[in-house]
């Protein structure tokens, strides 16, 4: 189940949290990790999720995660509930490991990967004691990734179940015979506006040459897809295929999002002419 | 003195400062601790410690160091007197070291600590020359951890002082026969109002049941205290005992910072119904 | 070319972009690095490069590269050019690799290595694919800095060339008898802004005693040199040499850009009174 040449470097945690950079959460975290596991390698990916946005959780280690190692355990804490009833989770797709609470946030990470089992963590005497009911980065998953980075088995954490809690992640819908709405799923620090669409909600968008189109934003009415960041004018608001696998709105060299006055959570219309939309509601 | 099972997997060098992330300052510190000692691993607790303030930074490192494996070695750098008199410091509770300027930024781990010694770092052929007058994290206190990771006996590094800069944080007061006033010591990523209450200060307050209270900040007055940060209502405001070991004021999935009107250095005040308070004045 | 002692211990990959901390961009690339070399060590030197700001990239990276072993590999990626067609470099000093997009980035470390090689990498069998035309840092320099920490030799990645780009910081210039013209290249986490001008632009004003000088930016006239942050008074205004080399404009535990009204771009003069200045226009 392990790489051996991953474990004989140290194996490898990695965090995404929604902790920021301006307290002491993620070094705690860190000193956990590496009380029980020294010789771990512990990775940054991102501790500016949104907070308490499990959505952008989801997001953010759905586009990491697959380019680590085999055997590399990811830490995913965006956990609003913490403390409450909401379950640990230990989630195995047969090369990485993820630690997280039962809230979703892996969801998109299941909806890519066949066959992944799931455990509910009740093995306590992995935790930190007293387990606080305020900071389970510390007290439950912390120790969870150190011991598994230890090599712990991962069955030795808890049972297997399948009531875990899992949403999908907004999908565009018809709206009229032409048209598909759908939303921004977030901003991206360049201030591109990355959408839910894919190139199967609209493949005739990205046939070449391009079906006839435009999109919609705010107040604004976009008719240029590019291939690249740097191929449009200034000013210009134009689509293209960003590496996230979504279509994005953006601008060379200047935020698409405060040039269309648009945001997270914005609607999105692509209105093809000429061509009925499959509906690609679900 | 040090834990040889981390020593076998690389000394441990840990990062607290108010470098923030926009500038060279913490990439600097790492290539001269690399240099001295390429087996160490570097692990950033935080750079966004507010700049010049001393007080956050003996918070932010007091809430880490103690998770840490033993041996590790800790370099917090919050200096507003970089380049003055201001001595540097090589401190070592017997399982830590700690790197730092003698300015009390390391105050609230000899609150926490027996035993401590403390050491003046004079061994100037340990810095970087020149040592420049406003990058001492550069060139002193990087290559000092540099040498203390590397094995380099701390003694080496100056004498033990005892009248080194040590603060007290803020402490609650009586405010009257019923009442204590207290500070709010920072504010977290979340919103979270952290005060200076502990349960020492108001053990009625996190008895079971508790006494009966309000705590006022601005104007707005709080009657509840909650386990949990998601077991309150929306736009509640409510005590709960954080995992720092202080009263925070908090908020479900929102900032009590915002929803208070308060912030850092907002006073706090809690009134206790039927019950005089102890003083716990200093 | 290599440090065997930084070998022994793991390679070094260190990274510096433009990427901010608020999405999964950083995370991903650090994936790539280890999957293909899980023993090396990744440092972070700074993420919070200006957004597309080619010459704040140059400034970070050149104040911070030295500093760390033999054979670190260096990634910078500024890359508004990102899917263009400006080529990927792969540049050695003898000493450091740095792997980086060919739009100047690394002219600054140019101005100080002498006989440095750069090569176009096209050795596209390195790169992951299908290579992105939005994220070659996943696709092309984190793989390329993988193998280079691997062990594959530079030569293997692509030819020399000598037609890059290199641009030159902006100098200070004669502006009248007395005067010398300067700009603010940025401002730092302090808010100290840290102007163009070098000892080597006016020697008279680092010598001991120093000319007779006024330094102008916005409607502020600066008449005080200090050897550190901590030797003014409050809200004073004055000029120190800073450890990037350059003259900066400070103020004591407060932001020096605010006190001036001032920032990134804003001119800077200097009088010097009783002597003419020597011409430093290029």
Same mark, same amino acid.
């Given at each position: 189940?392990?790489?051996e040449d991953a474990l004989a470097n140290?194996?490898?945690v990695t965090l995404t949290t929604d902790f920021g950079h301006s307290d002491h959460f993620v070094g705690t975290m860190k000193g956990v990790i590496l009380n029980i596991a020294p010789e771990a390698q512990i990775i940054d990916i991102c501790h500016s999720v949104q907070a308490?946005?499990?959505?952008?959780? @989801?997001?953010?280690?759905?586009?990491?995660?697959?380019?680590?190692? !085999?055997?590399?355990?990811?830490?995913?804490?965006?956990?609003?509930g913490v403390g409450s009833a909401r379950r640990p989770l230990l989630m195995s797709t047969g090369k990485h490991y993820f630690v997280a609470p039962d809230n979703g946030v892996l969801s998109l990470i299941m909806d890519r990967e066949e066959g992944v089992r799931v455990r509910h963590i009740t093995g306590q005497h992995y935790?930190?004691?007293?387990? !606080?009911?305020?900071?389970?980065a510390r007290d439950v998953f912390a120790p969870v990734a150190g011991y598994l980075?230890?090599?712990?088995?991962?069955q030795?954490?808890?049972?297997?179940?399948?009531?875990?809690?899992?949403?999908?992640?907004?999908?565009?819908?018809?709206?009229?015979?032409?048209? *598909?709405?759908?939303?921004?799923?977030?901003?991206?620090?360049?201030?591109?506006?990355?959408?839910?669409?894919?190139?199967?909600?609209?493949?005739?968008?990205?046939? !070449?040459p391009p079906a006839r189109f435009k999109i919609v934003i705010g107040n604004r009415e976009i008719t240029q897809l590019h291939n690249a960041y740097a191929d449009a004018l200034p000013n210009e *608001?134009?689509?293209?295929?960003?590496?996230?696998?979504?279509?994005?709105?953006?601008?060379?060299? @200047?935020? @698409?999002?405060?040039l269309a006055g648009s945001g997270k959570g914005s609607e999105v219309h692509i209105v093809l002419e000429g061509a009925a939309v499959a509906s690609s509601g679900n």
């Open positions: 189940m392990r790489n140290g194996p490898i308490f946005d499990i959505l952008d959780g @989801a997001l953010t280690i759905t586009q990491a995660y697959s380019y680590f190692p !085999s055997g590399t355990t990811h830490v995913v804490v965006v956990d609003p935790f930190l004691q007293p387990v !606080s009911s305020t900071f389970h980075a230890k090599g712990i088995d991962s030795k954490f808890g049972d297997e179940i399948s009531d875990y809690v899992r949403f999908s992640a907004p999908k565009p819908k018809a709206a009229g015979d032409k048209t *598909l709405r759908g939303v921004v799923l977030k901003v991206d620090r360049f201030g591109n506006l990355v959408t839910n669409f894919t190139p199967h909600d609209v493949p005739s968008l990205f046939h !070449s *608001l134009f689509g293209i295929l960003g590496s996230m696998g979504y279509l994005e709105i953006a601008s060379t060299r @200047a935020s @698409a999002a405060q």
